[in-house]
């Protein structure tokens, strides 16, 4: 009785992994999926440049001041600094991930290579015939078979599956980070290309202006002093929330595209493992 229920229970896992294989049902949403991973990563990617880029162009603005006929140079984008290389290690990290999708989609498409797909529904048709045929039942081979045909299981889906579950754990976990980060990066882009254009200016001195002109040439840029402190607090501000959301996507990425495909295989690999000891 056990004998016929474990049977019956292979042979539904059979037949459903030979129609996976043979319809590509399952390759060709996990090509969807990945597809779909790889534009969001390269989205993210041109976002931490576009981040980068607003933020060097920050570091290279200069302020000149001259209260008093004295020459004062700042450059309140250095505050930028840290979170620059943050943003620079953000954008290694999409590279990173962006490759780790491009070797999925090539072991996607090996996986459900023709051959190699009619040849697994071949085996695993093999395997359910040593299964249920009374002469077969006797072979010496019965059960290399039906570990083979469980191996080629793993084989065949492991890489569909793991595109699969990480579109799911996506949807359910990590969307609504992805989209409030990303759109939070952009609008810090956008906050820190204004600051950029408004501390571009230069209060010039006169030498031959008058005491009056003096005093209130001194009155402007020491006002405009104060200006530049409220900037380089402004620069602070967009600084915190770019580490936020940057740190925000950097969980995103790594744990779809790399740490659940890693934690994903190793689990097959100890079950393919358990198999072939069984």
Same mark, same amino acid.
């Given at each position: 009785?056990?004998?016929?229920?474990?049977?019956?229970?292979?042979?539904?896992?059979f037949i459903i992994a030979v129609l996976l294989a043979v319809t590509g049902t399952v390759d060709n949403k996990s090509e969807a999926y990945t597809d779909e991973t790889l534009k969001r990563t390269l989205i993210a990617f041109g976002v931490a440049r576009g981040l980068n880029g607003v933020i060097s162009m920050a570091q290279g603005t200069e302020v000149?001041?001259?209260?008093?006929?004295?020459? &004062? @140079?700042?450059?309140p984008?250095?505050?930028?600094?840290? &979170? @620059?290389?943050?943003?620079?290690r953000f954008s290694w990290i999409m590279l990173a991930s962006s490759a780790s999708i491009g070797i999925q989609k090539v072991l996607l498409k090996m996986s459900a290579w023709p051959i190699f797909s009619y040849l697994s529904a071949f085996l695993l048709l093999v395997s359910l015939a040593m299964l249920w045929l009374p002469k077969l039942q006797e072979s010496k081979f019965r059960e290399v078979f039906i570990k083979l045909a469980f191996i080629i299981i793993v084989l065949r889906f492991s890489v569909p599956f793991i595109a699969v579950a990480s579109e799911f754990i996506y949807d359910e976990f990590l969307y609504s980070q992805y989209v409030e980060a990303s759109e939070q990066l952009k609008e810090t882009t956008e906050k820190i290309g204004n600051i950029n254009r408004s501390v571009e200016r230069e209060i010039p001195y006169k030498g031959d202006s008058s005491i009056w002109e003096r005093a209130k040439q001194f009155y402007d840029s020491a006002a405009e002093t104060i200006n530049i402190e409220a900037r380089i607090e402004q620069y602070k501000e967009a600084a915190a929330d770019a580490s936020k959301y940057a740190i925000n996507l950097i969980v995103v990425f790594v744990f779809q595209t790399i740490l659940f495909p890693i934690v994903f295989l190793a689990v097959i690999y100890s079950f393919a493992k358990s198999l072939v000891r069984f």
């Open positions: 009785m056990k004998n016929k229920i474990s049977n019956s229970i292979i042979t539904v896992i000149a001041l001259q209260p008093a006929g004295i020459g &004062i @140079n700042f450059t984008g250095q505050v930028l600094d840290p &979170i @620059n290389d943050l943003v620079e």
